[in-house]
């Protein structure tokens, strides 16, 4: 991720995680991205890194096929290096460091200034020894099978209208929910904005399975104001492992920090599911612009988990020329026994809900099903394609 202030009035981001990110405005935490993983997406959340090797588990990811997250998740970024400057002791008459131990106070800021530095850089470069050392046992292990780069093109529905393929199962999979900077460091402020990738791996084919894709010029803000512009930096770096075999079925959240942030990635790994590809359409009716949607899906098995659909921060709703809502992300893991929640709500400006509505849907192993959104503006439909797993 990098980071660079920004001055241009934005709210905060839940959408998707990113790697580079702008700083600016006033410190305070704020959760960055409400991110699931969905084969078909292009955008998603950031990630960690871990010292362990890539998981030898049956993992699969739910951003390719729809199919959950993978057992191995990556953040990717570039960015300039600092500015911050540390401390320096001057002459006499602006506070002379005093003693040949640094008796003073100022003395004792700059000592532990630098000691601060010193233990983030050691942060920084662990951090950066982890993701290379990811990224060399990669290559020894599926250089064969693909470049590190390569984006899997596994898509998702590919067993939808196959409800007999005898190689789909309802498999285990992992879900992620969000990825959020919980802090920044090392003089950055709010907002930041954040831009670069963040990709998850699994057993179908070892590629990158983008939950979030962002270039410079399209970067996602954290926060809601802005004061002054900073150079880029990078904010995270990450890469970690997560082996399926030995896991339970709680929620986990996977937290990291260097010298300029620490990113908490929240996912859980989900019993025999099924791949849910969501598409909404108008049918009725025009969406107010002047309300902003929120679309989000909860399931049977984790009710308080929410996996954004359509985040209100990324402004009014976007329309195809055929009715189709333009969702941040469409595809998710569910527990075939389990049950799945669609919940659609409209926000005015003062992000109040003026209106709410849901729709159930009882998993399938295959083929469609329907429900219906009532807006007092606009009625909706929201198409519902089920799918087993295969890893081949």
């Known amino acids: 991720m990098e980071t660079r202030s920004a001055t241009r009035r934005k709210e905060a981001a839940a959408a998707s995680p990113a790697m580079g990110t702008r700083a600016a405005g006033k410190s305070k935490t704020t959760a960055a991205v409400g991110a699931r993983a969905a084969r078909g997406n292009n955008q998603a959340a950031a990630a960690k890194k871990s010292e362990e090797a890539p998981a030898p588990a049956l993992a699969i990811a739910g951003t390719r096929s729809g199919q959950s997250p993978p057992p191995e998740v990556e953040i990717d970024a570039e960015a300039e290096p600092s500015t911050r400057k540390r401390p320096q002791a001057s002459g006499p008459e602006e506070g002379k460091v005093e003693g040949e131990e640094g008796d003073s106070a100022l003395a004792k800021r700059v000592r532990a200034d630098a000691e601060e530095e010193e233990v983030d850089d050691e942060e920084e470069d662990q951090e950066a020894a982890q993701a290379f050392n990811f990224r060399h046992f990669w290559n020894f292990l599926f250089s064969a099978q693909a470049n590190f780069e390569d984006i899997t093109d596994v898509p998702p529905m590919r067993h939808t209208d196959d409800p007999d393929a005898m190689h789909a199962k309802c498999r285990d999979a992992v879900q992620v929910y969000s990825v959020e900077v919980k802090q920044i460091k090392c003089g950055l402020q709010w907002p930041i904005e954040v831009f670069g990738h963040v990709a998850v791996r699994d057993s179908i084919d070892r590629k990158r399975n983008l939950i979030f894709n962002r270039g410079r010029d399209d970067c996602q803000t954290l926060t809601a104001e802005g004061i002054t512009e900073t150079e880029d930096m990078v904010l995270s770096s990450l890469a970690f492992t997560f082996n399926c075999m030995c896991a339970d079925y709680k929620v986990k959240r996977h937290m990291a920090s260097n010298k300029r942030s620490t990113v908490q990635i929240t996912f859980a790994l989900i019993p025999e599911t099924v791949e849910a590809t969501f598409e909404v359409k108008g049918i009725d009716g025009s969406w107010d612009p002047s309300l902003r949607p929120h679309f989000f899906a909860s399931t049977h098995d984790l009710p308080s988990m929410k996996f954004v659909l359509l985040d209100p921060r990324e402004g009014a709703v976007v329309v ?73």
């Open 320 to 392: 195809s020329d055929n009715n189709n809502v333009r969702l941040t992300r469409s595809v998710i893991s569910v527990q075939v026994l389990g049950g799945l929640k669609l919940t659609a709500e409209a926000l005015n400006d003062e992000k109040t809900v003026v209106h709410r509505t849901t729709v159930i849907f009882k998993p399938q192993r295959a083929g469609r099903i329907d429900g219906f959104l009532d807006f007092n503006c606009c009625k909706m439909v929201v198409k519902v394609a089920w799918s087993r797993l295969s890893i081949c």
